[in-house]
């Protein structure tokens, strides 16, 4: 058995999970980090007991125990780099942890750790290579090669939700404009959504989200595309084809054999998945080769704690 752990900057999410990559018991607490991290580490030891108890096991039944974290992670030295939802930078994690539970603690970003779930146990199981696409707030990413996560040089690796794929005069995060995430996260969903019905109130996306412009949501968009809202679906062909050029971007790059879209957009299944298919098959470079096969993810929410405990 393995510990997984899914930290995140609202919640701790820690599961206890067998070798065939499910969960037989979980249990979460609230992060609250301006607590700081020694008061979090506490929290990962105390909620990673109550689970090994409640399954009648003990320490020494847990081979390990993996944490993603919502930044950069240095795992071979247990440190967190920086993990700017928690205000970390250069937190000794492992070392904290191991005053209360004495566990081989691996490490790994949060969208990486995702992506290996979705790898061995998820959508790309039995692929040499995948690359999963988390359409959320931002859009995270990870690469999984024969069965290891590709880090790079300095940990960060494949930010592709940092690729500037044109400029549309809205500036990310990061500080850039033109980055895949301004136009392929449901937060594009949601701004864009919200434009539309500042032009125009009658707009079925005002409908699903009750009327109130504030609460529209990625789905709110989606819904009303599936109902010919034309608002929404303009709206909704241009997400699927600036996805698409990022994808054939990531495919001109990596030529992975998979590529998996998880996170909430990635709910709208087909409506999604057959749209963008034709916009990359006409987009590839190599309209005469194999290419990456585009899939949903199937392991939902369970995919940072699984993913977590299979780190080594």
């Not at 105390?46 to 974290?69: H, Y």
């Not at 995702?114 to 692929?127: D, M, N, P, R, Y």
Request: glycine share 12%; hydrophobic share 45%.
């Amino acid at each position: 058995m393995r510990i997984g752990v899914d930290l995140g900057g609202t919640n701790i999410a820690v599961g206890l999970v067998d070798e065939e990559g499910r969960i037989v018991a979980t249990d979460s607490r609230p992060t609250k980090p301006e607590r700081g991290y020694e008061a979090i580490a506490k929290d990962i030891a105390d909620i990673a007991f109550e689970l090994i108890k409640r399954s009648n096991l003990s320490v020494s039944d847990i081979k390990s125990m993996g944490i993603g974290v919502p930044g950069v992670a240095d795992s071979e030295k247990g440190i967190v780099i920086r993990a700017v939802n928690l205000f970390w930078t250069k937190v000794p994690l492992a070392k904290e942890i191991r005053k209360y539970i004495d566990l081989p603690i691996y490490m790994g970003n949060d969208a990486n750790v995702a992506a290996l779930a979705e790898a061995i146990f998820g959508a790309g199981k039995g692929s040499k290579s995948s690359i999963t696409l988390t359409l959320g707030t931002g859009v995270g990413s990870g690469f999984i090669l024969d069965g290891k996560i590709y880090n790079g040089a300095h940990h960060f690796a494949l930010e592709l939700g940092h690729i500037v794929i044109g400029d549309n005069g809205v500036r990310c995060n990061c500080g850039k404009i033109g980055c895949l995430e301004t136009y392929a996260s449901a937060t594009a969903l949601i701004r864009e959504g919200k434009k539309a019905v500042e032009k125009n109130p009658n707009s079925l996306i005002l409908k699903f989200a009750n009327g109130d412009i504030n609460s529209i949501t990625a789905k709110n968009v989606i819904d009303a595309a599936k109902q010919y809202d034309e608002d929404a679906m303009r709206i909704f062909n241009d997400y699927v084809k600036y996805l698409a050029i990022g994808i054939v971007n990531v495919i001109n790059m990596f030529d992975p054999e998979v590529i998996i879209l998880g996170g909430g957009v990635a709910n709208a299944g087909d409506f999604l998945i057959k749209p963008l298919k034709k916009e990359v098959s006409e987009n590839i470079l190599f309209k005469d080769l194999p290419y990456a096969d585009i899939r949903k993810a199937e392991l939902g929410n369970d995919a940072g704690i699984i993913g977590a405990a299979i780190l080594d």
